[in-house]
């Protein structure tokens, strides 16, 4: 059974940094995408970075200049790195992946973990 669990996240104030880090583990044969969503209270999820197995990257325009999307496939895990943090960043954070269990799965199955909370706030 594929985990993915998130750790990273918490309370910080207007301009401070966090790094939230998913990993997953379990049976897999190779992670194709790996995206990081975020939900605010009372709003839809929202997908804020993606990074391809090849390393292309997307980030949402309202944090693209803060916040870093990165992988490391050894250990099967990716990064947010969220810098300069805005009152409006505050949300739960979801690192959902694409993954893949055989060579001939192609296309992978699409995974969630729980989420991890982030508060901006002074």
């Known amino acids: 059974q594929v985990q993915l669990v998130e750790s990273g996240g918490g309370l910080v104030q207007p301009g401070g940094s966090l790094r939230l880090s998913c990993a997953a583990s379990g049976s897999m044969f190779r992670i194709n995408d790996m995206r990081w969503y975020r939900q605010a209270p009372g709003s839809q999820r929202e997908l804020v970075a993606q990074?391809?197995?090849?390393?292309?990257?997307y980030v949402l325009d309202s944090v693209k200049g803060r916040f870093t999307i990165s992988r490391d496939d050894a250990k099967n895990t990716v990064y947010l790195q969220m810098n300069s943090m805005q009152l409006e960043d505050t949300a739960v954070y979801y690192c959902n992946a694409e993954i893949r269990s055989s060579l001939s799965d192609y296309y992978g199955q699409n995974y969630w973990g729980k989420g991890t909370p982030v508060t901006v706030s002074s």
């Open positions: 990074i391809s197995r090849g390393g292309s990257t």
